[in-house]
T-cell receptor
Framework: RKEVEQDPGPFNVPEGATVAFNCTYS??????FFWYRQDCRKEPKLLMS???SGNEDGRFTAQLNRASQYISLLIRDSKLSDSATYLC????????????FGKGTHLIIQP | DVKVTQSSRYLVKRTGEKVFLECVQD?????MFWYRQDPGLGLRLIYF???????EKGDIPEGYSVSREKKERFSLILESASTNQTSMYLC??????????????FGPGTRLTVL
């Protein structure tokens, strides 16, 4: 059974701090990995893809550990606008039925 | 920018009614999807389509059907709505042909309440 597990939070973090959260996946055949962001009462939007070598986009860094089957998201110098739910998404690479969404981690940045 | 639109943001229906949820994308995407999102359960795939007139069952197709008569439009149908179908329904589309994985772009969602 394919599963993606995330800590639901909420993570309450002061503005300016660094926050990190992980996501574990059960299917070792998974090929592609993503982080989506979902604001309250809005649709999910792609935040970043996660590559084997790790990748960075501004204040956001994503890493993949295939041996331990987890991916991580690090947010540096957090802003109030980073408050959202972060969804971990894993794909088997075989089309839509290979996409599995985690239930999300709720992040609250406090002033 | 990719735009995915859904016919209604909020919808209230009665048990037993037939419900149509419409989704339109303007980027000529091949693939379209319907999900429902519930607290504590996350996003679950109902149906998807790789091409016009083509449909595939997702993880939770029971009680739903779909229609894709045109490439840009993907409809979700609840033949006889029930209270356990009260949920947020999200449509998504992506570009790459079947067998590939690509970014999915979501519509704003329809919050359906079945009384």
């Amino acid at each position: 059974r394919k599963e993606v597990e995330q800590d639901p939070g909420p993570f309450n973090v002061p503005e300016g701090a660094t926050v990190a959260f992980n996501c574990t996946y059960s299917n070792s055949a998974s090929q592609s990995f993503f982080w989506y962001r979902q604001d309250c009462r809005k649709e999910p939007k792609l935040l970043m893809s996660v590559y084997s070598s790790g990748n960075e986009d501004g204040r956001f860094t994503a890493q993949l550990n295939r041996a331990s089957q987890y991916i991580s998201l690090l947010i540096r110098d957090s802003k109030l606008s980073d408050s959202a739910t972060y969804l971990c998404v894993v794909s088997l690479g075989g089309g839509a039925d290979g996409l599995t969404f985690g239930k999300g981690t709720h992040l609250i940045i406090q002033p | 920018d990719v735009k995915v639109t859904q016919s209604s943001r909020y919808l209230v229906k009665r048990t037993g009614e037939k419900v149509f949820l419409e989704c339109v994308q303007d980027m000529d995407h091949e693939n379209m999807f319907w999900y429902r999102q519930d607290p504590g359960l996350g996003l679950r795939l109902i149906y998807f389509s790789y091409d016009v007139k083509m449909k595939e069952k997702g993880d939770i197709p029971e009680g739903y059907s779909v229609s894709r008569e045109k490439k840009e439009r993907f409809s979700l149908i609840l033949e006889s709505a029930s209270t356990n179908q009260t949920s947020m329904y999200l449509c998504a589309s992506s570009f790459l042909p079947s067998g590939s994985t690509d970014t999915q772009y979501f519509g704003p969602g329809t919050r359906l309440t079945v009384l």
